[in-house]
């Protein structure tokens, strides 16, 4: 489903909630004056995470975060912390990806090479090549 947006006016009372008394523009993140700076009304749960894309968004979903202050940085962590539920909901349901590793002489690789130079199977114990 597609990115569901704020509605002109839950954007309008995000934004009047993050004036301050002079009217300013200040960050929700940490509390910058923004003035003319660029900003951006973020969602507070990153939508990816988000299990019912049905329910309409509030002005408690997003907030003013300075695009330079906050946003920026706001937009990785979000990126990491989706692909990580990508992650576990995959390995949840069994699906991998990852293979042990098969570096040669590590203990995935199943061989065990001795130090006068013989080449060991670990399984059997028998010797593989000279
Ligand atoms: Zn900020």
Known sequence: MARREFTPMVYAQIVHR??????RLT????????GRKAYH???TKPDGLE???TRKLTAEDGKVLG??????PKTKTDVAQIAEAKRREAKHL???TRQ????????????KKTIDGRVIDRATGEEIRR
């Open 51 to 53: 299990v019912d894309k």
């Open 41 to 43: 009304v973020d969602h």
């Open 18 to 23: 993050a004036s301050n008394a002079q009217g």
């Open 67 to 72: 695009v330079e202050c906050c946003h920026k």
């Open 100 to 111: 042990p590793s098969r570096f040669p002489g590590s203990k995935a690789s199943g061989l």
């Open 94 to 96: 069994g699906m991998t």
């Open 27 to 34: 960050c929700e993140g940490c509390g910058l004056v923004l």
